[in-house]
C-alpha cells in the first residue's frame, strides 16, 4: 500500500513500553510483528498516552456476550472456542467467500497501533494493538463501487456465551461504519495486544478497532462482514436510538443525554483519579475531521 499511516506517539519515557519492548525482542518476532521505529514514533510526545497495563485492558471489558459487569468477560471468555475461526465477508464484493482466521493473518501485514479507546461511558485506556488495516481485509474481497457501508456481526454462540441466553440485546451484536471510514488507514482489525494473541475478553481472534469512535462501535469476535448499500442499523442504536447513534464519533462538545461527554477517566488510575478532558474525534482530529466535513455533528451522533 502506497500510504500507510504510522504512529505519532512517543514512548521514550514510558516504563510499561519499555517493559513491553524488552519482552518483544525477546520473542524474537515471532508474531510476525513489524518493528515500528522509535523515531517514527517520536514526532509528538503526549503525557497522556501512558500505555495501560495488560491487566487493566483485559480485566476490565465490555462484552455483552459474557455479562454486564466489568469483570465478567474476564471471568467467562475463556470458555469461548475461537480455533476453528471463520470469518463470512459477503454482499457487495467481488469476491465473496468464508476465510479461515489463518489464512487471512497469512495474507494480512501486522502492525503495532497505540490508540486510545474513548467508551461512551466516560472512561478510556491507551492500547497497543496489534492488527492490520481493514482497507486490506475490504482489498483482498473486492468492494464494488456500490457498496457504501459495512455491516459487522460478532459470533452467535449461546452455549459459550452465557449473556446471549438473555434476550434483551436481540444478539448477535452488530456494528457498521461507512465505506470510507472503514478504507481509512486508521481503522484496523486487532488480532494481538502487547504483542501477544487478542485475548477471549477482547475480541479474539479478531475485533474492529476504529479509534476516533465511542469504543461500542469497535465490535468484537467478527464472523461476518457485510458490504451493502444500506446503513445498518448497531445493537447500541436499535437500543436506545435517541442516545447512540450511526456515528458516535467521540465529541466532548456533545454530551449523552444522561452525562456530560467532555472529560474521562482513565482506567488504572484509581477510583479517585483525576479527570482529563476528552479529545475531538479522540486525538484524531487531523486524520479523521475531513470524513466529516460539512456535517452537523450534533445532528449526527
Ligand atoms: N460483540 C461485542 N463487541 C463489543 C462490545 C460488546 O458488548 N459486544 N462492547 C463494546 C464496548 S461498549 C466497548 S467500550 C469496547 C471495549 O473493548 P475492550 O473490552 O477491549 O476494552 O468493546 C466494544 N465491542
Ligand atoms: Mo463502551
Redesign the pocket.
Known sequence: MAHRWKSTLSHADVTPYDAYLNRRQLMGGALGLGLVSAAGMARASQADLELNSWED?TQY?????FGTGKED?FKHADALTTDPWTVTIDGMVERPGEFDFEDIMAEMTIEERIYR?R??EAWS?VVPWNGFELSDLLAMAGVKPEAKFVRFE?LYRPDEMPGQRSAWIDWP?IEGLRVDEAMHPLTIMATGIYGKPIPN???APL?LVVPWKY??K????IVRITLTDEQPVGTWEQLLPREYGFYSNVNPEVDHPRWSQADERRVGGGLFAKKIPTLMFNGYKEEVASLYEGMDLRANY
Do not use: A, D, H, W
Open positions: 485492558i471489558n465490555n462484552f455483552y456476550e468477560p479507546l467508551c461512551v485506556m460478532t451484536y475478553q477482547n475480541g475485533r469504543g461500542f469497535s465490535i468484537k469476535s
